[in-house]
């Protein structure tokens, strides 16, 4: 599946946050490993998550390919909408509990904040703070 865009960045790159700029705190090494992988003890369950939606794609693609009936085909994407939506709670839940909360000990969670918020903005489609329209 698709890798994290920080890892394939350089270093330099990946030391602040590509929507903030702001500088992680797990730039400067200091940070422990839990927070920089705060979804790690769902990662098996993720895995799986992301193979039965892999499935289901192949699975609307077959129906495609056989010309069934659209409404049964916007059945499957609307489950498959819900199992993505599904994945991304979890790893939302687990960066606020984990990585978010982690930063906010350190006093550092105004990046982590705004970044969390300017994701869930995209997820729901609405524009981006100051992306030059208004919030």
Do not use: N, W
């Not at 499957?76 to 978010?100: K, Y």
């Not at 930063?103 to 994701?119: I, M, Q």
């Amino acid at each position: 599946m698709a890798s994290s865009t920080r890892s394939s960045l350089p270093a330099a790159a990946a030391s602040t946050s590509p929507r903030t700029g702001a500088a992680h705190p797990r730039a400067a090494g200091e940070a422990p490993d839990h927070f920089r992988h705060s979804y790690s003890k769902d990662k098996a369950k993720l895995v799986r998550r992301l193979s039965r939606i892999e499935g289901q794609v192949r699975g609307i693609a077959r129906m495609i390919e056989r010309e069934e009936y659209c409404v049964d085909i916007l059945q499957q994407t609307a489950a498959l909408r819900a199992a993505l939506d599904s994945v991304s709670i979890m790893i939302l839940e687990d960066h606020v509990r984990g990585c978010v909360r982690t930063a906010a000990e350190r006093g550092e969670s105004d990046a982590y904040v705004d970044e969390v918020v300017d994701v869930v903005r995209r997820t729901l489609g609405r524009p981006v703070r100051g992306a030059g329209r208004p919030a």
